[in-house]
């Protein structure tokens, strides 16, 4: 167990970091940042921060020396500097683990050989290679590159009438994944946290909204079957167990007309679907992150409201003179001074009567 007055390194500078800096800090810990820019979200809650290239080798090797663990806060962090870190200080979640997760090909790989449905895909290497896919899983489907990719950043949608051609140029990746396309009736997430002991604190699962290939909205907890529900969980649990995960994980999934879970992608760190957790319940699961990583027992995932959480998305954000009014609304404000669209610069929670 890591004692209160320990330094955590987090590797990323935003606002995921901002948060677990933030949980740190109420149970005693400090937090030191590695960033690739000055005054980033994290920096600016933080005790201490290294600003360098992720690839700057003597600056990863100065900020393992100053830490006593580590974690990141987004998965698409070299897993170079990762490791170097890990062969200095302990580092939750495994550095194999983020390898998994930040290539769709060997997270999709992954899933299916422990057991879990996903949606169709196949490896896309060449244009000759889409053109094939695309005849054996039909169109819509989804065109994304295997790294790099969040947000709707590299993902084309191939509709029937859509050129081969025109689509890899759009991609603007060596390699890239197509993906069959989804009738789905909704998406949801599951976010929990696991100890080193296997313990584990699972969040209910929460519907999530997208505008632009970008979360909008999380509705928690999702209004669907009890057995779905419940199926999700499981599912997320199981794949956290594969993975030996110590740390919070976020499985994302879609909901089929029929009712099946097809699994969409995995986040091993928190998660933009889970920041409701912050006002609506005992333990947040920036805390659990923090619990985890440090060997304490995990927080209570007991709920005592049910939430929605809305982003602010680029010029969104100028809604916050409302929400700071709003007696039943919750503000969070990332301290991002550029403003750009597509850009997330906070949330809002609303809480709600449980159902």
Partial sequence: MLPPGSTIGILGGGQLGRMTAMAAACLGYRAHIFATEHDSPAAQVSAAATVAPFGDAAAVARFAAAVDVATFEFENIPAA????????????????????TQDRLREKNFLRDIGVATTEFR?????????AAIGELGAPAVLKTVRMGYDGKGQVLVA???EPQEAWRRMGGSLGILEGFVDFRCEISVVLARAADGAMAVYPPVENRHV???LDTTIAPADLPVETLSKAETIARHIAERLDLIGVLAVEMFVTKAGALLVNELAPRPHNSGHWTIDACMTSQFEQLVRAICGLPLGSTERHADAVMQNL????????RGAVADPKAKLHLYGKSRLRPGRKMGHITRLLPRR
């Fill in 81 to 100: 500097a990762v490791r170097r870190v890990a062969a200095k200080r302990p580092v939750f979640p495994r550095p194999e683990i983020l390898e998994t």
């Fill in 160 to 162: 029937p009438d859509s």
């Fill in 123 to 131: 490896e896309i290497a060449d244009l000759d290679a889409l053109t």
């Fill in 313 to 320: 998305i680029g010029r969104g954000v100028e809604r916050w």
């Fill in 212 to 214: 632009n290939h970008i």
